[in-house]
């Protein structure tokens, strides 16, 4: 599944083409959603917008599609009148006199009212997005050391879209790693200056891997293991999809194990248990 990042990079590729442009034509093929074609044909969307892993299309006039890719779903986009190459099933497309963009294979869409955005039962559940620049790392100190997280096991935790918004399974490892905490420990059972560390590697990770298109180690390593011949899948990651590898920091071998049947990877000694 597509995390914040990806999500967040997918928002920009399509705002570009849509953003202040009037739609020419709309498709919406959920039954639910087809009332809304003639409503939203010649309107002008204003802005492309994210909540973790949802996305919001606001209209001017007052409207909001919320989407959430879940596992298959993919926007495309292209100058029109070419079109994308997919066999998947076609949810939305938004045309304007040049471009489209289309979402396949989603099935969680929404036309909502921007004044009752947060009746959404994802969007009135759902975390601090870990991608709003308005989110600092006391925020993260402050949730983490609440009655109500401070008690979870941070390899769980660390998904929860409750607790904040976005991260998803190869973040999860990556921050857990840069913060130095082992997956199955509580907030609770470590000291307030991890908690500040762990907050901070939250945000540097999670940015770094939206600015960067999905790399999550920093330059210097990108760059000497691209040197060694690796492909991009095979150096982007600190420790995620690593079983086995040794730790770039301390040489130690990586080690995998299953939270809420997903895979977590680690190092034993840069996380000690």
Not at 3 to 24: F, S
Not at 118 to 142: C, N, Q, S, T
Not at 229 to 237: A, D, F, I, K, S
Request: charged residues 30%.
């Amino acid at each position: 599944m597509p995390e914040g990042p990806e999500i967040r990079l997918a928002a920009d590729k399509i705002a570009r083409v849509l953003v202040g442009k009037k739609l020419a034509n709309v498709t919406l093929t959920l039954p639910l959603m087809q009332e809304y074609e003639d409503v939203l044909r010649g309107r002008t969307i204003t802005a492309i917008d994210t909540r973790g892993k949802a996305m919001l299309t606001r209209f001017d006039n007052g409207l909001v599609m919320y989407s959430h890719n879940q596992l298959y779903g993919r926007w495309y986009t292209s100058k029109l009148p070419r079109l994308p190459r997919t066999t998947r099933s076609l949810r939305v497309a938004f045309d304007t006199d040049t471009h489209t963009a289309r979402l396949y294979s989603a099935t969680d869409i929404d036309i909502l009212e921007e004044d009752r955005l947060e009746e959404h039962p994802f969007l009135k559940a759902v975390g601090p997005d870990v991608l709003d620049p308005e989110l600092k790392p006391v925020d993260i100190v402050k949730r983490l050391e609440s009655k109500r997280f401070s008690g979870r096991a941070f390899g769980s935790l660390y998904l929860d879209q409750h607790f904040l918004a976005g991260i998803g399974n190869y973040l999860r490892s990556e921050i857990l790693w840069a913060g130095g905490v082992f997956p199955t420990n509580r907030p609770k059972d470590v000291d307030r200056a991890t908690l500040q560390r762990l907050a901070r590697e939250t945000l540097k990770i999670s940015r770094r891997s939206y600015r960067t298109k999905g790399i999550t180690v920093t330059a210097k390593i990108a760059q000497q293991q691209k040197a060694r011949g690796l492909r991009y899948g095979q150096y982007r990651h600190y420790v995620f999809s690593r079983g086995g590898e040794n730790c770039h920091t301390c040489s130690t071998r990586i080690e995998r194990t299953d939270v809420g049947s997903r895979k977590l990877f680690y190092c034993p000694s840069c996380q000690p248990a």
